[in-house]
């Protein structure tokens, strides 16, 4: 047992049985790298990383290796969604020595903690070029003994190029209508018509430019951008990138069909694209979008949340086979002989036909993930519903994925929105009410006594690790769509609490906002990214609840800050609009006000629901009745029942139109 044992993190847990004296990120690390004058070893992973298992089994747990390690470094492990500020640092160091990244990652530092040489992952013997990581940890000695001069002549390099990196944030102004179209142009270009998404392989999904695009189309009518949203959608939902048999969507496929997945489930994926298919339904009223929309929040609730009321961040890829080993995607994938066993002759050659499950599979050793067929014709609903069903069954009869059992705030605050929403949508109170336990839990034990987000907990303990940018900006975005959807003021006061700290800790000149506080962690660099990646960058997702704030309580603060992080937008739009989709996104919420909704009525009434169905970009609803609903909420003040009768007010740019009490005149005004 070594130095990891009775961390919070379920990934570093992983590695407190190895051979390595693992070390976690901290002073003591380099304080005794320092003592002894040796190197540091820095990896880099998560729990559901398949590479990290690997390099983990074959070189982490062989004792030999162990041993050289242990005598010539320090090793330090981190867990980089616990750390992200420290995985950003030393990734954009990787990328720009080598001109790539990935995890795992392995990087050797000296004890000023300065990169000087970099990996990802090393087999366990020479392939491919690569030498091994024995042979890597050799030379790393070797360097470090007899060319000291070069090491540090090296890591200083590095170092001055790293802060020398200055952002251009797109000067003075906002986003407006010819950076919008230049990005879409953008998006256009890069689409692939034929099997929907952007680019090539490996795909992700690109649920950010997908909220994009359908707020386009909301304001614009750009039919081009709905097409696009809704047949990346179809696409996605009819892959093997979504599970067909119990919801949710894996982290990416490795083609650009959407065929083969990478296993592993992360909510931040989910989270997102169940709040896009809720949106899409919104927009088109598509049966199979309000489907997904909803299986994918009962996945997150029945396979993710955790017995404190939060959602875990990740299910493994990994899990064991028929054979007892652990194998990538084992708990998802069928042969024709496995459909055989369950269903029995005729609706095993059912569904493998609409599944395309076939002899010689879609994965490996003649495997196939599940995935409609397109040429499957005509099918019997009820007796697809019936295979499913017991497929279903008979799988989680498997041995499940591990689960990483941290709690995120940030992810959680994407889960939060998603699931409030879809709840609100669909006549859902249940998932409404999961929304709200992970919101208290946040309130409670992230944010707990010391009043600043705490980046994770674990079975209820806060870790030890300051929150970052998109956790404030994230967690505000939760708190703000639930306000909408439970008329409970509580929630925006709390968004206004952790956005009042984004503009005291996180901001700096010009609208330029930094991934860390003021007052944290100092590390060889200060991280700033503000390009939207797996989940929405700090940086625009804190744009996105700035403004959303400023439109329910007025506040210039807000919405200057807003404008000022929106310049980047102006900037990054038109040139990498796959990149920057949230920020997009927030940026057609500005172009079309963001609209105020004040419903003076009864929460889940005609008028709150209909107002929370307008497809207006980044609307903002507050709902309540009776003299204290001022009080909730600032647009609720002065805005009475017109003739006893619930009343809706919409303004936007500082302009209102008459009060109506008519669902239908509301949703012709918010786009409905």
């Keep these: 047992m070594n130095r990891l044992a009775g961390v919070t993190s379920p990934y570093l847990l992983q590695h407190a049985d190895n051979p390595v004296d693992w070390w976690p990120w901290g002073p003591e690390a380099f304080e005794e790298a320092k003592r002894r004058d040796v190197p540091v070893l820095l990896s880099v992973g998560y729990s559901a990383c398949h590479w990290c298992h690997v390099m983990a089994h074959e070189s982490f747990e062989d004792e030999t290796v162990a041993d050289y390690l242990n005598a010539h470094f320090v090793p330090v492990k981190v867990d980089r969604e616990e750390r992200p500020d420290v995985d950003a640092v030393y990734m954009e160091a990787v990328q720009a020595a080598t001109g790539h990244g990935g995890w795992p990652m392995t990087v050797f530092l000296t004890p000023d903690a300065e990169p000087f040489y970099f990996g990802t992952y090393f087999p366990p013997e020479p392939r491919h070029g690569s030498p091994s990581f024995q042979q890597v940890l050799e030379g790393v000695t070797a360097a470090w003994t007899d060319r000291r001069d070069e090491v540090a002549e090296v890591a200083g390099r590095i170092v001055a190029d790293l802060a020398g990196r200055s952002l251009v944030h797109g000067g003075d102004g906002v986003p407006g209508e010819s950076e919008v179209a230049q990005a879409l142009l953008g998006l256009t270009r890069e689409y692939d018509e034929q099997h929907g998404g952007f680019g090539g392989a490996p795909k992700f999904p690109p649920a950010m430019?997908?909220?994009?695009?359908?707020?386009?189309?909301?304001?614009?009518?750009?039919?081009?951008?709905?097409?696009?949203?809704?047949?990346?959608?179809?696409?996605?939902?009819?892959?093997?990138?979504?599970?067909?048999?119990?919801?949710?969507?894996?982290?990416?496929?490795?083609?650009?069909?959407?065929?083969?997945?990478?296993?592993?489930?992360?909510?931040?994926?989910?989270?997102?694209?169940?709040?896009?298919?809720?949106?899409?339904?919104?927009?088109?009223?598509?049966?199979?979008?309000?489907?997904?929309?909803?299986?994918?929040?009962?996945?997150?609730?029945?396979?993710?949340?955790?017995?404190?009321?939060?959602?875990?961040?990740?299910?493994?890829?990994?899990?064991?086979?028929?054979?007892?080993?652990?194998?990538?995607?084992?708990?998802?994938?069928?042969?024709?002989?496995?459909?055989?066993?369950?269903?029995?002759?005729?609706?095993?050659?059912?569904?493998?036909?609409?599944?395309?499950?076939?002899?010689?599979?879609?994965f490996e050793e003649g495997a196939s993930v599940l995935r409609p067929a397109g040429d499957a014709g005509p099918v019997d609903a009820a007796r697809v519903a019936g295979v499913r069903a017991r497929l279903l069954a008979a799988r989680d009869e498997r041995p499940h994925p591990g689960r990483d059992d941290k709690v995120v705030a940030a992810w959680n605050g994407l889960a939060i929105a998603a699931l409030a929403e879809t709840g609100a949508y669909f006549d859902r109170p249940d998932l409404v009410e999961r929304a709200?336990?992970?919101?208290?839990?946040?309130?409670?034990?992230?944010?707990?006594?010391?009043?600043?987000?705490?980046?994770?907990?674990?079975?209820?303990?806060?870790?030890?690790?300051?929150?970052?940018?998109?956790?404030?900006?994230?967690?505000?975005?939760?708190?703000?769509?639930?306000?909408?959807?439970?008329?409970?003021?509580?929630?925006?006061?709390?968004?206004?609490?952790?956005?009042?700290?984004?503009?005291?800790?996180?901001?700096?000149?010009?609208?330029?906002?930094?991934?860390?506080?003021?007052?944290?962690?100092?590390?060889?660099?200060?991280?700033?990214?503000?390009?939207?990646?797996?989940?929405?960058?700090?940086?625009?997702?804190?744009?996105?609840?700035?403004?959303?704030?400023?439109?329910?309580?007025?506040?210039?603060?807000?919405?200057?800050?807003?404008?000022?992080?929106?310049g980047v937008v102006k900037a990054l739009g038109p040139r990498v609009p796959r990149f920057v989709g949230w920020g997009l996104a927030v940026a057609e919420a500005l172009l079309d006000g963001p609209r105020e909704v004040a419903v003076a009525g009864p929460v889940g009434g005609e008028l709150h629901r209909t107002a929370l169905l307008g497809r207006a970009p980044g609307a903002v609803v507050a709902v309540g009745e009776g003299p204290g609903a001022g009080a909730e909420f600032p647009l609720l003040v002065d805005r009475p029942l017109q003739g006893g009768e619930p009343t809706a007010y919409v303004c936007r740019h500082f302009v209102c139109d008459a009060p109506t009490m008519d669902a239908g005149e509301l949703a012709a005004k918010l786009g409905g």
């Design 209 to 362: 430019v997908v909220e994009f695009l359908l707020r386009h189309y909301a304001r614009t009518g750009a039919e081009g951008a709905l097409q696009m949203a809704a047949d990346t959608c179809t696409a996605m939902a009819r892959g093997g990138i979504y599970d067909q048999l119990g919801g949710g969507f894996a982290r990416y496929s490795v083609d650009r069909e959407w065929i083969v997945p990478h296993f592993e489930k992360m909510l931040y994926d989910n989270a997102l694209l169940c709040r896009v298919y809720a949106h899409l339904w919104r927009t088109t009223g598509s049966d199979e979008a309000r489907q997904i929309a909803l299986e994918t929040a009962d996945f997150m609730v029945r396979e993710l949340r955790t017995a404190e009321g939060g959602f875990a961040s990740a299910l493994d890829a990994d899990s064991e086979d028929a054979e007892g080993k652990h194998v990538e995607g084992a708990f998802y994938v069928w042969t024709p002989a496995q459909l055989r066993e369950v269903l029995g002759e005729d609706d095993a050659a059912f569904a493998a036909a609409y599944f395309g499950v076939t002899e010689e599979g879609t």
């Design 436 to 566: 709200t336990e992970a919101a208290d839990l946040l309130v409670r034990v992230h944010l707990g006594e010391v009043a600043r987000l705490t980046r994770t907990s674990k079975d209820g303990r806060a870790g030890d690790n300051a929150g970052v940018l998109e956790d404030y900006g994230d967690v505000a975005e939760g708190f703000l769509a639930l306000a909408a959807v439970t008329g409970e003021g509580a929630w925006l006061e709390f968004a206004g609490f952790l956005l009042d700290i984004v503009l005291e800790q996180f901001t700096g000149e010009g609208g330029q906002l930094y991934d860390t506080a003021h007052d944290a962690e100092q590390l060889i660099r200060r991280p700033q990214d503000p390009t939207d990646s797996a989940t929405p960058s700090g940086w625009t997702a804190a744009a996105g609840a700035l403004l959303s704030y400023a439109a329910y309580t007025g506040s210039e603060a807000h919405r200057t800050a807003a404008e000022g992080a929106l």
